[in-house]
């Protein structure tokens, strides 16, 4: 490519835009579409997985001591529960604590519990934060194994039902991907198609005086990263907006899924958002321009 | 420089528009390729611009062997032609200035170049005075001198013009000819295919007949030459 050719790529590029402006809009607009769709499918995936992670990694797991032991034997304990892989921290709850966090969740009713500081029926326990979500039922195993462990509890079931529905939607997720990425490709290609078909004999022209295929599909090359990078960063600020207003109104409100915060995540949507489209619009542009080369 | 050897063109079996055609143009020559419609002399011009490749025998234009050239290689080719045609193919959205320019550009020139070479090409063939126009402003003998101006412009060997008076009048299709010659008085090969017997007899030159896929007659001299042999 030539310096002095990239002005003339581009005016020509951006030219065609407008002089297709029906079709350049339809193929923004399933590219918006598109993105919408699959980004919303995994900002779900998102926020499941934070929903798993934080259940798991913000102390799920409580490991009850052996009522027997005193509290020096059950804070002995504490190393050997550090030592099991995919432990991440412990934090060892004496049985005054836990009866003084129970006077906390009572509230006002907290008189109910006054005379067991005397005679505490609670056990001393642990709360465990694990690394791994993965081997989520490997550890509550090998904690269950600790001599002097009576008892322990978690979220297993809730979390392996997520797990499951995280699943799910990473594999709908997927398929939306590969679907509406083909559907964009088939617009943004017949939209590139039509500019073409409008200016198949200039091509011819141009390939007789000595243009390279390079030199033909470039302006449209252009056409299509303009069209795409433009629904990308439209269907970015949609997607924010969308999904901001979202949670605001209820979705924040249903405790059993986290909702993931969309500005930690932004620059990865605009990043993906936009060398998914530039991708998808090159690709379009090639398909459609190749048989028109054919001089 | 152009060189065919033995060269055989099918569309297919049992349709050979080329029949074994031996033929050498040097530099600097003005030839004339005719011959009736259907006698190959299209098939020929084809070849030169590679927009065919040859189904046997060796085709060399310019330094490139069309026969084994790569796809690449072929608008290096035809750079080193300038063509012509009976419907002019201007673009029509573009100004004649800009129909000229657009060949340079494709060459990657200079806006500098651009600018100093075609108004040069454009004066050439008297045309710079309506260099802002639109094709379509133009008469048919003012656009073909447009599309001589594009063939010229990036300066090449050989300038190949396939009916290029096809679509104007007795007037016009002498000026162009004329144009033509003046262009190969400055030292570039031309390769005019035409039918037209009347204004290849205006000329005294080399006159290469083709009937039925065969060359029939080489010669310096008019066409009526080749019909009494």
Redesign the interface.
């Known amino acids: 490519m030539n310096r002095h050719n990239i002005v003339y790529f581009f005016r020509e590029g951006i030219k065609s835009i407008f002089s297709h402006g029906f079709m350049s809009l339809a193929s923004v607009t399933v590219m918006i579409t598109c993105l919408l769709l699959t980004g919303t499918a995994l900002l779900l995936v998102l926020s499941v997985n934070l929903t798993i992670e934080s259940m798991v990694t913000l102390g799920d797991i409580r490991a009850y001591v052996d009522e027997t032991y005193t509290r020096e034997e059950a804070e002995a304990l504490e190393n050997k529960l550090r030592m099991i892989e995919n432990v991440s921290g412990v934090d060892f709850i004496p049985n005054d604590r836990a009866l003084e966090e129970m006077r906390d969740e009572f509230g006002t009713d907290s008189w109910l519990l006054d005379g067991l500081e005397y005679d505490n029926p609670l056990r001393h326990s642990y709360r465990i934060m694990v690394v791994n979500i993965d081997e989520y039922d490997q550890t509550i195993a090998d904690i269950e194994s600790v001599q002097g462990i009576a008892d322990v509890h978690s979220s297993r079931e809730s979390v392996n039902k997520l797990s499951v529905i995280r699943n799910i939607l990473g594999t709908v997720s997927l398929s939306l991907m590969v679907l509406l990425g083909a559907v964009a490709v088939v617009i943004i290609s017949n939209t590139i198609k039509l500019a073409t078909f409008d200016r198949r004999e200039e091509i011819a022209i141009m390939k007789m005086i000595g243009a390279t295929d390079g030199f033909i599909r470039f302006p449209f090359i252009i056409e299509s990263v303009i069209l795409s990078q433009v629904a990308a960063l439209i269907a970015f600020g949609l997607q924010w907006l969308a999904y901001n207003y979202i949670v605001s109104i209820g979705l924040s409100s249903i405790e059993l899924i986290e909702m993931i915060d969309f500005s930690t995540v932004k620059y990865y949507f605009l990043g993906g958002f936009m060398s998914t489209a530039f991708v998808f619009g090159v690709l379009g542009s090639i398909i459609s321009i190749r048989k028109f080369l054919k001089v | 420089m152009i060189r065919m050897n033995d060269v055989y063109q099918s569309y297919g079996p049992g349709t050979k528009a080329l029949k074994g055609v031996d033929l050498r143009i040097d530099d600097g020559e003005f030839v004339f390729i005719v011959g009736p419609s259907g006698s190959g002399k299209s098939t020929l011009a084809k070849l030169i ?1 590679a ?1 065919l490749r040859p189904t046997e025998g060796r085709v060399v234009v310019n330094d490139f062997n069309t026969s084994k050239m790569k796809m ?1 290689e072929v ?2 080719l ?2 080193t ?1 300038g ?1 012509v ?1 009976q419907d002019f ?3 029509e959205r573009k100004t004649v200035y800009e129909n000229v320019e ?2 340079m ?7 500098r170049e651009i600018k100093r070479r075609v108004s040069y090409v454009l004066d050439l063939v008297g045309i710079l005075h309506k260099a802002r126009r639109k094709p379509t402003e133009l008469s048919g003998g003012e656009q073909q001198r447009v599309a001589i101006a ?2 010229l412009v ?1 300066n090449p060997n050989t300038i190949i013009a396939d009916e290029p008076t096809g679509n104007l009048d007795p007037d016009r299709s002498l000026e162009i000819m004329m144009l033509l010659q003046h262009i190969n008085d400055l030292g570039t090969t031309v390769i005019v295919v035409t039918h037209e017997k009347e204004l290849v007899n205006q000329f005294d030159k080399r006159v290469v007949a083709i009937d039925g896929g065969l060359i029939i007659s080489d010669r310096q001299g008019g066409y009526f030459q080749y019909e009494q042999t």
């Open positions: 611009t927009e690449s608008p290096y035809r750079r032609l063509i045609f193919r201007l673009i657009f060949a550009r494709i060459v990657g020139a200079s806006p594009r063939a990036n």
